[in-house]
């Protein structure tokens, strides 16, 4: 494939080598897909087809993908063509369509009053692809863009997996920025990171998770303000295509008023500079289905990039191309049962009923949320702080590392008082304390909890 569109943009200037010459060749699914609508005999699916009647007793006439008996037994309704065949390898097409109208939705954009922003935002980005959940994303979008030895921006306080993937996995840096400063983002510190990586390569990534992982932390409107007037300055000054992976696992769970209550995604996407956003999201967290690994990968494109609505079509086709490379390189496609469940719960419930159901439990995490700062907040000991929170599944609580370090607290708190939380320690990183997950703990609980943490705390006093 030539990428003629692709290859006049910033997107492809910013691509890693791995990037560059990734694509689906005219292979088994070029000729596939082509076979479907032209052949009157397809011999180009590698899924075993039979007549229900020959391989399952007292089946059908009808011509379906073969399978075992007695796996009805555990699908309830569904049929066997939603679940036994392979899916695309961008994903189900109804569902990728239904997911970009609910990005669309979650902008929080009126369809009445934001039409300019709403036309936007559906013309000018692509149809998201379907991954193996959130993480699988987030490898896509790191290889797309990093080569060995090349940095990403993170927040010192970051979801470890993320140094599996690009330190460990792609042999790629991490370049790492204080996260807070006086309880607020440190622009300061991230303006010096992306001024030092500025002099190092010919582009910009970051990746950015708000509510965050480990710490719960969400923005205020005004930091909100504050860190997209920072990326601005910044490509001017640098004069780099930037690339903001947004991780938005846990975007609906937002406990406070004051914060961003939606994706940082569309802030940069209204951008018109070359700063531009990746956003990561899926029914994992949205719609509590966790096993399913069921993510999506959306690219924010720039009107200036294109002439016309050809270029436009033509540019999207060659990035999804790439994006279905990736795809098919790695996992081929993604689970092709929930990707139907996804379809039917959003076509047979709708939006009001989905978020309505998933408010219940939003309500309760608010709780918990509330309950563990404010049994955190009655404990007075110098050597321990929580780290800003508002939103999410977790609280970050930061030890003195002079005194107690984070793996040893961990192993103590197990032993002694059969509490269990997650050490993150990284003492070059300056990071020291503890991830608490309170999603998962009964909120009856909560006081023991901290009070158990409490007294291993004074243990190292």
Request: aromatic share 12%.
């Amino acid at each position: 494939m030539e990428f003629k569109y692709l290859k006049k943009t910033p997107l492809y200037k910013a691509f890693s080598e791995l990037g560059k010459r990734i694509f689906v060749p005219e292979g088994i699914f070029y000729y596939s897909n082509r076979a479907k609508k032209e052949a009157e005999i397809n011999g180009t699916i590698g899924t075993a087809y039979g007549f229900e009647k020959d391989f399952i007793d007292g089946g059908s006439n009808e011509w379906i993908p073969c399978y075992l008996d007695g796996i009805k037994n555990y699908i309830g309704n569904a049929h066997v063509k939603d679940f036994v065949p392979y899916a695309p390898i961008g994903g189900v097409q109804d569902t990728r369509e239904l997911w970009k109208e609910w990005i669309i939705k979650k902008s929080l954009f009126d369809e009445n009053t934001s039409k300019e922003q709403v036309a936007r935002l559906r013309k000018y980005i692509t149809l998201p692809i379907i991954t193996s959940g959130v993480t699988n994303g987030i490898y896509i979008a790191c290889a797309l863009f990093l080569n060995p030895n090349e940095y990403i921006i993170a927040p010192n306080r970051r979801w470890e997996n993320y140094d599996t993937i690009i330190e460990k996995y792609l042999g790629a840096r991490i370049k790492s920025f204080e996260f807070f400063k006086e309880n607020k983002i440190n622009l300061k510190a991230l303006k010096e990171v992306i001024e030092e990586v500025a002099q190092l390569q010919n582009k910009i990534v970051i990746i950015l998770n708000f509510p965050n992982n480990p710490t719960g932390y969400i923005p205020t409107v005004e930091e909100v303000n504050d860190i997209v007037t920072l990326l601005k300055e910044m490509y001017y000054v640098t004069k780099k295509p930037m690339i903001i992976i947004v991780d938005d696992a846990y975007e609906p769970y937002v406990y406070e008023e004051n914060v961003l209550d939606k994706s940082l995604f569309y802030d940069l996407h209204n951008l018109d500079e070359d700063i531009i956003p990746i956003k990561l999201d899926g029914i994992t967290k949205e719609l509590l289905l966790y096993g399913a690994r069921i993510g999506f990968f959306t690219i924010g494109l720039k009107p200036n990039w294109i002439k016309n609505d050809s270029e436009l079509d033509g540019l999207k086709s060659e990035i999804l191309n790439k994006l279905e490379g990736m795809n098919r390189s790695i996992i081929s496609n993604c689970n092709m049962f929930f990707q139907n469940v996804t379809l039917k719960i959003f076509k047979e419930q709708g939006i009001d009923k989905i978020i309505a159901a998933r408010n219940k439990v939003k309500e309760i995490l608010k709780l918990r949320y509330k309950k563990i700062n404010s049994e955190f907040n009655k404990i007075e000991n110098p050597d321990i702080s929580v780290d800003p929170n508002s939103g999410g599944f977790f609280i970050f609580v930061n030890l003195n590392p002079n005194k107690i370090k984070a793996t040893e607290f961990a192993d103590h708190l197990l032993k002694k008082y059969k509490v269990g939380i997650i050490p993150f320690q990284n003492l070059e990183d300056k990071v020291n304390g503890i991830r608490i997950a309170y999603c998962s703990i009964d909120i009856k609980q909560i006081p023991e909890f901290v009070s158990r943490i409490k007294q291993g705390l004074n243990d190292f006093s």
